[in-house]
């Protein structure tokens, strides 16, 4: 817990100290570094900040998902009957269905467009 002068509870060894930092060094493409903020008495790490992934790690972590989620869909439809271009499109526009409701649903895009025509067209 963070005390109003930057100093924080350690639970371990219960005192009010000021962490140190180590920092991962794992500076790579695909992740941002992570910071590891560590009791100076005690010694344990008293908790993380940072890490994950960045925009590149993102974009290629979605990417191969998306080419995993196209196989699969488009396996799924071939061994069901369909031929290769109907299921080729079925899946892509499966995908893009998903990709809109996702879009959708972290920003609420079509309830804001249905309230500003319901507004503006009175």
């Known amino acids: 817990m963070a005390n109003g002068n930057g100093r924080v509870d350690c639970e371990k ?7 140190r930092l180590w920092h991962e060094d794992d500076n ?9 903020h ?8 008293m908790y993380t900040s940072g890490g ?7 974009l290629v972590f979605g990417v191969i998902a998306l080419i995993i989620a196209l196989s699969i869909i488009v396996s799924t439809l071939r061994a069901i009957g369909f031929s290769s ?11 893009g269905f998903v990709i809109a409701w996702y879009i959708d649903r972290r920003t609420h ?12 067209n009175r």
Request: aromatic share 8%.
């Open 85 to 95: 271009e109907v299921a080729n499109f079925l899946s892509i526009i499966s995908i």
């Open 52 to 58: 994950g992934l960045n925009v590149i790690g993102l």
């Open 109 to 120: 895009f079509i309830m804001k467009t249905k309230s500003y025509l319901k507004r503006n």
């Open 28 to 36: 790579n493409v695909l992740f941002i570094r992570s910071i590891q």
């Open 13 to 19: 060894c219960k005192n009010s100290v000021s962490p």
């Open 38 to 45: 560590i009791c100076p008495i005690c010694g344990v790490t």
